[in-house]
């Protein structure tokens, strides 16, 4: 992707957050609500195949550049930026991982937002320690059946599929041998027990969820062999890692902004608070510290793969 198409992409980006996002951003978190309308312009402008390549109907991104989108959409709403961010590693971890046939079956859908969903790893009693899962899914005949809880799975509610971490071998030492990921999708047996309330990031949606005799069918195995799951979710999850350092960004950039505006019209002993030379110490210091947080985001030029 050339420095041109960057610039359109960002350009495009800036013209949908400034026109139909901002307006009803403090209302859509306020109330907790779901941005659907949004939603489907972002899948027009093909946002959730970022980095999905070219010939399965992504737009190919470097992380370069999709570390400048998800800081942009930050500095909007963060809430957005985990719209597409767990779908992405969904994504990614199919796209490096997948068979040939689950990239063409997936991919296509995954970057028109079809397919549209995120990552089930954590589970009431494991979230950093993910071999401690307890969700097992056992193969019969040519489906496996999953049987689990999960928690705090974000874009579960609406979303129709997830990456799920499971053991299909709940024996085995070291345990990650015995862990496999799959594609599930929404079907009977795939339930959400209930939406969790968060005290900001409010509107995405974050769920927890029981699989009680859920069939997966064997062709949903990511890579088709068993055992190497947790690898598989690990490679995705730098790709989220890249997308929360640069939401912090976002966030940095967005607070400075209304900083400064905020000192400008505040007025203390006859002159604006950004007059006061404390202040302005203070501006400049934040200042500083977000120029340097985005030059940190340097990050390879060549699509992601
Ligand atoms: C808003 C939100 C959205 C989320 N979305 C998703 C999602 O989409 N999918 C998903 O699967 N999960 C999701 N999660 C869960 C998230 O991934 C977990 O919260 C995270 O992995 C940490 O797990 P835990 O909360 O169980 O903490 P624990 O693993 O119980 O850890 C508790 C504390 O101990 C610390 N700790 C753990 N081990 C060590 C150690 N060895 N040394 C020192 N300190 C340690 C941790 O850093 C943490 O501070 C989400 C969480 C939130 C809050």
Redesign the pocket.
């Known amino acids: 992707m050339s420095n041109d198409n960057d610039a359109i992409i960002l350009d495009a980006l800036e013209k949908f957050l400034t026109a139909e996002v901002d307006p009803f951003v403090h209302d859509l978190e306020a109330r907790d609500e779901y941005p659907h309308e949004i939603v489907e312009k972002m899948k027009q402008m093909g946002l959730f195949g970022c980095i999905i390549a070219e010939e399965y109907g992504g737009l190919g991104l470097s992380t370069s550049t999709y570390a400048k989108i998800v800081t942009r959409i930050t500095r909007s709403w963060m809430s957005l930026s985990?719209i597409i961010n767990?779908h992405l590693i969904m994504a990614s971890a199919v796209q490096r991982h997948g068979t040939d046939a689950q990239k063409q079956h997936y991919l296509p859908r995954f970057a028109t937002g079809e397919l549209r969903g995120?990552?089930?790893?954590?589970e009431p009693d494991?979230?950093?320690?993910l071999q401690a899962v307890r969700t097992v899914a056992k193969r019969v005949g040519d489906d496996y059946i999953v049987n689990g809880t999960?928690?705090?799975?974000?874009?579960?509610l609406h979303g129709n599929c997830l990456a799920l971490?499971v053991k299909t071998d709940p024996k085995t030492t070291p345990a990650h041998k015995g862990m496999s990921l799959f594609i599930a999708e929404k079907r009977e047996g795939f339930t959400v027990a209930r939406k969790l309330e968060?005290l900001g990031?409010r509107g995405i949606d974050?769920c927890e969820l029981l699989f009680q005799d859920y069939h997966v069918p064997a062709d949903c195995l990511i890579g088709g062999v068993e055992g190497r799951g947790l690898q598989q979710i690990l490679s995705g999850l730098e790709l989220g890692r890249i997308n929360v350092a640069a939401r912090g960004v976002g966030v940095a950039e967005a607070a400075l902004d209304l900083a400064v505006a905020y000192s400008q019209q505040r007025k203390t002993f006859g002159k604006p608070i950004c007059e006061h030379q404390a202040i302005q110490l203070k501006l400049g210091e934040m200042a500083t510290r977000t120029a340097v947080s985005y030059t940190h985001l340097t990050l390879p030029t060549t699509p992601y793969v």
């Open positions: 985990g767990s995120g990552v089930g790893l954590t494991c979230g950093t320690d999960k928690t705090w799975i974000t874009n579960s971490l968060k990031y974050t």
